[in-house]
């Protein structure tokens, strides 16, 4: 029986300029980094044979991101107009108790915001941002 969700992960171009934004700028905590290593035959599960990676597992609270950078094959950066009306996962989300505060203090870290914090409904305060390749995240504020 499947029971819950326990990480996602993200394909990066640079793990350290990744890390510097998800746990200097976001606050996610690094758990461990893998290096690439040949007993781990990374092929064998991702459809990728002979590939390699460096591998972060970082957590925020009950969940975790799991960043790879690809060091062969290269992965393609995200297009230009991609659109979050596009198929395939578009944002992850993080829980935020100060949405308009966090937004000020992300911003003048020079996180890129697609707008300002919005009223999505009654009490729930919602923005989007960039990070570091050009995928998207939200921070939420209330129920």
Known sequence: MIKAL?????????????????RDILGFRVERIL???PERDLGRING?????????????G????????YLDPLGK????NKTQADLG??????????VKGDYQRLKASGVEFYG????????????????????TAELRQGG
């Open 48 to 60: 990728l044979p002979g590939c390699s990676a460096r591998i972060a597992h970082l957590t925020l």
């Open 89 to 98: 996962f578009i944002h992850m989300g993080l829980t935020s108790t100060d």
């Open 116 to 135: 300002e914090p919005v009223e999505f409904r009654p009490g729930v305060w919602v923005v989007y941002f960039r990070g570091p390749d050009g995928e």
């Open 6 to 22: 326990e990480h996602t992960a993200l394909s990066v171009s640079s793990l350290e300029r990744s890390l510097t934004f998800y």
């Open 77 to 80: 950066p995200i297009p230009q």
């Open 35 to 37: 290096e690439p290593a």
């Open 62 to 69: 009950p969940c975790m991101l799991e960043l790879f950078e």
